[in-house]
């Protein structure tokens, strides 16, 4: 019965790699998103996608591409990952813009 | 700039006790939302209570409510008769306009309740 799930919960990797983040809602929502939490917790927008359409594209290198194959899924891919890209990232999803946001469990990635 | 702000980084409160965090904002736009979301160290984030610019009366879910003092661009959250498993990172965000997507949060307060 999970509303917003991620796979994986765990991501350790190589620099330089390429990986890609998963993320399903089984909600009926019409919007995903996409946060980073960093090593002092704070959390910041990446992406906003609104009926498979892109909505917010903060200040987040281009290495980052978001794809949304429908509205229930929202996976982040990542090329040549960097040290500073280690940290916990949230999908999270609401039904619109004017209401809470449901957040996944997050997926903690360390670059080594 | 930044636009909310939680100047308490840990906060310490007797089980039983009441507790409030605090939390600012800035926004110039008068449509705006103002929530809650708990994060204990399993690491999911929780949603609590949502607070709409326009809305009348103070929210209020279960054990929590948002004081909201639209002068003094405050909403603090209240939380009553703490127990162990309200030890988490609280963290308010803030979602300006009518037509905005986007949460911005604040740095965090880490409440810790004491048996």
């Known amino acids: 019965d999970t509303a917003v799930s991620q796979t994986p919960k765990y991501l350790v990797t190589q620099m330089g790699n390429d990986k890609s983040i998963k993320c399903e809602q089984n909600?009926?929502?019409?919007?995903m998103y996409w946060y980073k939490q960093d090593s002092k917790k704070f959390l910041k927008i990446m992406f906003s996608?609104?009926?498979?359409?892109?909505?917010i594209n903060e200040t987040v290198p281009n290495r980052f591409s978001p794809k949304s194959p429908d509205k229930a899924h929202l996976n982040l891919h990542i090329n040549s990952l960097e040290l500073g890209d280690s940290a916990v990232y949230f999908c999270?999803?609401?039904?619109?813009?004017?209401?809470?946001?449901?957040f996944g469990p997050g997926t903690r990635l360390t670059v080594l | 700039a930044q636009k909310i702000t939680q100047t308490q980084p840990g906060m310490f409160v007797q089980e039983k006790e009441a507790v409030t965090l605090d939390c600012t904002y800035d926004?110039?736009?008068?449509?705006?939302?103002l929530f809650w979301y708990k994060q204990p160290s399993s690491g999911e984030m929780i949603f609590l209570i949502y607070?709409?610019?326009?809305?009348?009366q103070n929210a209020t879910e279960g054990r929590y409510s948002l004081n909201f003092q639209k002068a003094r661009k405050s909403a603090n959250l209240v939380i009553s008769a703490s127990q162990l498993g309200d030890s988490a990172m609280y963290f308010c965000?803030?979602?300006?306009?009518?037509?905005?997507?986007?949460?911005?949060f604040g740095k965090g307060t880490k409440l810790s309740v004491i048996p």
């Open positions: 999270a999803s609401s039904p619109t813009r004017r209401n809470e946001q449901f």
């Open positions: 909600l009926g929502h019409d919007t």
């Open positions: 996608y609104n009926n498979k359409e892109l909505i």
């Open positions: 926004t110039s736009d008068p449509s705006y939302g």
């Open positions: 607070q709409g610019s326009y809305d009348q």
């Open positions: 965000a803030m979602r300006i306009g009518a037509g905005s997507y986007q949460l911005t």
